[in-house]
């Protein structure tokens, strides 16, 4: 299986031949994506509405991606981001998950 998962994104297609892709941008044109080979189906996809997630099945498997806030001043909004804002790409997720993503704790 090929997939990539991409942080701080800020186009709405990439068009790499061979390959689709989900991309979920926010108002200030930053956000998640996953592309993955044409041949994979995927299903069950769920976005994030700030960007910061999206989520995809392939199979049994679950694919998160995330771009969680950053840095010594954003804590308290990190803390809030993987205690709720994390919360509707896991709802009803029973299936085997990988979770991908950025988060840097300084």
Do not use: H, W
Not at 22 to 42: D, H, M, W, Y
Request: proline share 3%.
């Amino acid at each position: 299986m090929t997939l990539f998962f991409l942080q701080e994104v800020a186009v709405e297609s990439f068009n790499f031949y061979g390959y689709k892709e989900i991309v979920n941008l926010n108002r200030e044109r930053r956000g998640t994506a996953v592309l993955f080979k044409e041949s994979i189906p995927v299903k069950n996809v769920c976005q994030l509405s700030d960007g910061r997630g999206v989520a995809v099945q392939f199979g049994d498997v679950v694919l998160i991606n995330i771009y969680a806030p950053s840095g010594s001043q954003n804590r308290q909004s990190r803390n809030v981001f993987f205690a709720d804002g994390m919360t509707p790409l896991l709802q009803g997720r029973l299936s085997k998950l990988i979770l991908g993503g950025t988060s840097t704790v300084f």
